[in-house]
């Protein structure tokens, strides 16, 4: 037997593979079920594949292979992402044509691609600087703009200097260019949109439509950031309105604020207005506004600063708008106006109410410049057990006193303990008609606790509300309405309180760091933390307070009834609003694909038509950036466009965005050479949408959101039947060095694929790659570590010595025994039918493992067979079959050249002519169910406590696995109406979900 070359091996099979045209399917057959299955195809920078393309290609590799031994019709492309700023970098630097460097660049990703073993079909490729290709994306562009899909307008923009262009929203990362690191201003650019705001509500709701990773589902609905409110007027008062008379429809003066809101419920704890710098009333009212060149400074100051800094920025900034109110249309209360870059001026009306008490950001404002703070929303809770409000019994509302009383000299502080409920609390009293919370605190410290000096320090908090059942008073306390007040007590005399007052309950001193774990009441515990960590906004829902004919009703009540008293009183109406932004496509710069339109002499914008498609980007170009678009340079697209259209007629200069041309590209593969159309609809139809999707989550805001807008898009104007791209969607994690820490040129840990392969092998390499931990977390790349993993293929190649040829139907049966069959049925020499049972539990955990792309598991399950094969005298040839052809997709080389080893072993018998064809064309094993019976139980699946469904599953079942199989479970969805606080998981027996 030669010994292990993978280098030797890899090369031999890379050959025969594409000679044999073994990556070739026929898109039209319709006799197999097709499976789509996508990579995110790479930009081909100077620098090659890294770590990340091994580790996601290699995955995609893997589920492709694996499908198409199942019998599946497999489409499994790969192209480039070739147009695009660095390219163009590059050549503005050596004066080399971008398209001359990105041809190299591709050769060479494609060599690289073969030599890690990926199956592609590089003849059918999605190019997006092919003319070929962008052909179709000016096409879409054109549909778009005839159905009102794409539109022209100038707008503030986020601007790169260095680049100089126009930067998208969603490619701008802590406020500088994530291309270049360029920090980025903001400047006024026309340019075109794509209407992607039209489809907000769909992009949100369609999500559930989709098996994503809910952290990708969540991030997408976090960005288009649908909110749900209403638009309020508030009267400006330098007009002298009455007030809460309707206001003046009359748009010709801006004689109100509206603002945009999502909680009306909080508007009688408003105690001022923001306006965002852009907004218009600052200039309407200039006339009106005593300091307005401080307000001017303050505006040109923002100009600068993108809406991601504005958003995110820790210190709020504002000026006062000094010579103007606000009347509030509840109260007729007069609040001052400012203006701060927190509020922006895309989004809702550019004008917010402040209500500090309840919002975060206004909270840190108010703070910051002294504005009153005042509690609109009381937090409510409910009792629970024996104390839960009971129907039959009577309702009774009370004010108390929560008291936290400090010792004089220690960190300790004051509690009782109940003796009916066993409640653990701070003294707890009413507040008696004509009292303050202070003076109430006082008195009932001093009945409670028997000390008899004592100072009030603040209060803590602001009002909560309980409702539960008092047994001891066997009535509804609904609500009881509290305060908390801090004391302190500065001496120890003491008086021994009345019975009357302690009976109930026994007095306890706690030492600080106790108090927590002491107090059971959660109004209490509330209490403390804001005692311990400082003064908050409350901003959830709760219970109206001090909002005159709404005080008392529920958030959810009130703002359902505010709203319909603005509309009647013509005050504001009803209205959702999104963060999302229309995407700005227009770039200033030559490598990319140009926009096909042209301008009449008049100045009309319009398609230049599809006779005229592609539409060339033209070669006599210089690359340098000046601000203006490199396109307006050239002479030959001058007289194109006077050629085709007349004199006076100009073309648009400037290029899409990069990510218009991947938008779509999914489309393009199951038909890349057709000349006639982006794809037939035959094709299309048999083929999509996707159904596995593999790559980066860093693409979650852009190119994710953005071929789904196309995709809907599409589907409106009528292109397409389906309104979602990728069906199944997972990340791969990130490749770290053996540190931790993420690779990259500037720290010198990048390690090539390239090194990797020739040093390890590429089954090493893309074996390692899905060994060392799941697919979406991050991989740690130690050369230490894939040595294992080469020695474990070194294993299985030398294990082709102790092959055992036998009748593969008896190899695969265990006589003599009844079904189901456990290990201790076994006698310990009937190691034939052991091995039998283990491969049977093989083939089941590591089909199901990577049908659920948990690779990692996977292999450990081969590596654990491997081990039992190692400990056996002969390998039965049918165990040792099954066993490659279960490794084959991670390690396709390896398993290639032993399968056909049994070709020459077998040649004599002729029995087995199957080894002469490629592994590759073999059906993937099954396992007999009666063989692995005993490692199924039957799971019970509760919802707080309750029995929702069964399930059978693996004896061996993962924590993980459990949950989410309970979690997927249909039963079990229609009881998951609350939030998930935990999940229970008991091995072997249940999963209990606590929502």
Known sequence: MNKYNPQKIEKKWQKNWEKSGFVKINKDDDSKQKFYILDMFPYPSGTGLHMGHTESYTASDVFYRFKKMQGFNVLHPQGFDSFGLPAENFAIKTGIHPSETTRKNMENYIQQMKSLGFAYDFDEQAVTSDPGYYKWTQWIFGKFFENGLVQKKTQKTNWCSSCQTVIANEQVADGKCERCGTEIIQKEVPGWFFKITDFAEDLINDLDKVDWPEHTRKNQRNWIGRSEGAVIKFPISNFQFPKNNPISNDKKTNQFIEVFTTRVDTIFGCTYLVVAPENALINEQRAMINNYTEVEEYINTAKNKTELDRMEAKDKTGVEIKGIKAINPFNGEQVPVFVADYVLGGYGTGAVMAVPAHDERDWEFAKKYKLEIRQSIAPVFFGVGENAVREDKENTERSTVDVIIKHWEKDEYFGLKWKYNGWKTFVIGGIEKGESPEEAAVREAREESGYKNMKVVRRIGGEMHSNFFAVHKDVNRFPVKRRCVLIELTDGEYENPKEEHIKNHDGVWIRKEEVEDFLTIPETKICWDIYLKGERAFVEDGTLIDSGDFTGLSSKEARSKMIQWLEENKSGKRKINYRLRDWSVSRQRYWGCPIPIVYSPEGEARFVGEENLPWTLPLDVDFVPTGVAPLAKSEELK?????????????????????????????????????????????????????????????????????????????????????????????????????????????????????????????????????????????????????????FLDKVWRMQTRIKMNNEKDGSRISNFQFPISNQFLSSNDKISKLTVSVNRTIKKVTEDIENLKYNTAISALMILANEFEKQEKIASVHYSKFLILLSPFAPHITEELWSSFAKATADEGKYDKYKESIFLQSWPEYDEKLIADMSIEMVIQVNGKMRDKMSVSADISEDDAKQKALSSEKVKTHLSGEVKKIIFVKGKLVNIVV
């Not at 400037?654 to 057709?674: A, E, H, I």
């Not at 009528?718 to 720290?747: I, N, T, W, Y």
Request: with cysteine; net charge neutral.
């Open 639 to 791: 007289k194109r466009v006077e050629d085709i259209f007349g004199n006076g007629w100009i073309a648009e200069y400037d290029t899409m965005d990069t990510f218009v041309d991947s938008s779509w590209y999914f489309l393009r593969y199951p038909d890349p050479k057709n000349e006639k159309e982006f794809c037939s609809a035959e094709r299309l139809k048999k083929w999509l949408p996707v159904d596995l999707y593999i790559g980066g989550a860093e693409h979650t805001y852009m190119h994710l959101l953005f071929a789904r807008f196309f995709t809907k898009a599409m589907k409106k104007i009528g292109l397409l039947d389906f309104d979602e791209p990728f069906l199944k969607l997972r990340h791969q994690g990130m490749v770290l060095d053996k540190a931790g820490k993420k690779m990259s040129k500037s720290k010198g840990n990048v390690v090539n694929p390239d090194d990797m392969t020739r040093k390890f092998g590429a089954d090493s390499v893309r074996t390692y790659m899905l060994f060392a931990a799941p697919l979406e977390d991050e991989v740690m790349w130690n050369e230490e570590n894939i040595i294992g993993v080469y020695r």
